[in-house]
């Protein structure tokens, strides 16, 4: 996945598992850098900020921040509510936006996924056959045009265990869920997953491993489509059309509250 001399930036959101991730790799000796993103989510974000900032104080580990209110002048939900769209549906296409912004300085990014959350994703996928997803669902991405290597060193690593780590190792990370996380459809595949697992051990893992080991020949990969990427006329990310989506974004909420300072 990395080399000992790669720059890796870790995306850390305040919960066990990234920060369990981020520790472990310190802890190697890798050259890492923490990328947390200040969601804005009221007492959720307020407390992780804080989690992740004495965290990286006290491993003395260097520690990235981005702001989605120095983006938008206000946090994800009024976003969400301005543009009227799910909380989650912006988040997801705004920290997207702030992690291949900040990736362009690395030359590998690891997110902390662990086997739960990639056999929910896949059960999730499988069940609606959701082909596009199942044939990228990888803990592998390579680099994509202007786009860094995207990796997830745990995924072989239960939810239990991680925490199992953080617990041994002492870290204190965020145990509150984002308020939104409620309403995910990944909980039920999860607890679907559970009780599975509870009835056959190990059925998780091979869940995800037979598809890894299976997926090249029932889903080989598809010739990527050729599509004509521009710089986005404010921000300069690479876009498909004028303006990037966050930016067109920004021109709706800042018609609504007092823009931030340009990008
Ligand atoms: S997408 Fe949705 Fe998560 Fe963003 S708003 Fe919270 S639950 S944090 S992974
Ligand atoms: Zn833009």
Redo the contacts with the bound molecule.
């Keep these: 996945m990395f080399q000992p001399g790669d720059r890796i930036l870790v995306a850390v959101s305040g919960g066990k598992d990234s920060i369990a991730l981020l520790h472990l790799l310190h802890h190697h000796n890798y050259d890492v850098t923490g990328y947390y993103i200040d969601?804005g989510?009221e007492s959720y974000s307020e407390m992780s900020t804080e989690k992740v900032l004495e965290f990286s104080s006290t491993a003395s580990i260097p520690i990235r921040i981005d702001r989605v209110r120095d983006l938008f002048g206000v946090g994800?939900d009024e976003v969400a509510r301005i543009l009227r769209r799910p909380?989650?549906a912006v988040?997801?296409t705004v920290?997207r936006y702030l992690m291949n912004r900040a990736a362009q300085d690395f030359d590998v990014v690891t997110t902390g996924h662990n086997l739960d959350d990639e056999a929910a994703t896949l059960l999730g996928n499988l069940l609606h056959w959701q082909e596009g997803y199942i044939r990228r669902q990888s803990p592998s991405l390579g680099e994509q045009g202007t786009l860094a290597r995207k990796v997830k060193p745990l995924i072989y690593l239960t939810e239990y265990e991680t925490a199992h780590y953080a617990f041994m190792k002492g870290l204190d990370t965020v145990v509150e869920e984002?308020p939104?996380?409620e309403r995910?459809t990944s909980l039920s595949y999860k607890e679907a997953l559970n009780g599975l697992e509870a009835a056959m051990p190990g059925t998780k893992l091979s869940f995800v491993k037979g598809f890894l080991a299976l997926k090249g020949s029932l889903f080989p990969p598809e010739e990527p489509e050729a599509i004509d990427l521009t710089p986005c006329n404010q921000c300069g990310s690479m876009t498909t059309v004028g303006l990037c989506s966050v930016c067109r974004m920004r021109e709706k909420v800042s018609a609504v509250v007092s823009p931030p300072e340009p990008l």
Excluded: D, N, R, V
């Design positions: 969601l989510i994800i909380p989650c988040c997801g920290k984002c939104h996380s995910a």
